[in-house]
Nanobody, 123 residues
């Protein structure tokens, strides 16, 4: 069983920054892609960023390119999402997730999910 736990969410003013962390525990094997997703009230969950096992490839949603940076530390089974220049439209619950094998931006491709952390950006 794999457990994911996000942290680092909170309330921030527009233009500010937050760094989200994701800690994975349990029976974890290598070669998994890690993704960050978000879900705003009344909207579907969407992919924000994905990073491959070795970190050589990343994917970003157009809405966050140039503002968010995804990274990971495989030795710690941890992932991070640095969010800069936050906007009110970034307000959502943010989830980390991972899947074995090839990366994907599809929500239904991910096997394991955290409980989410709330990010609220005030304008």
């Amino acid at each position: 069983q794999v457990r994911l736990a996000e942290s680092g969410g909170g309330l921030v003013q527009a233009g500010g920054s937050l760094r989200l962390s994701c800690a994975a525990s349990g029976q974890i094997f290598s070669d998994y892609a890690m993704g960050w997703f978000r879900q705003a009230p009344g909207k579907e969950r969407e992919c924000v960023a994905v990073i491959t096992w070795h970190g050589g490839s990343t994917y970003y949603a157009d809405s966050v390119k140039g503002r968010f940076t995804i990274s990971r530390d495989n030795a710690k089974n941890a992932g991070y999402l640095q969010m800069n220049s936050l906007k009110s439209e970034d307000t959502a619950v943010y989830y980390c997730a991972f899947k074995y094998g090839a990366w994907s931006s599809r929500t239904d491709a991910y096997d394991y999910w955290g409980q989410g952390t709330q990010v609220t950006v005030s304008s």
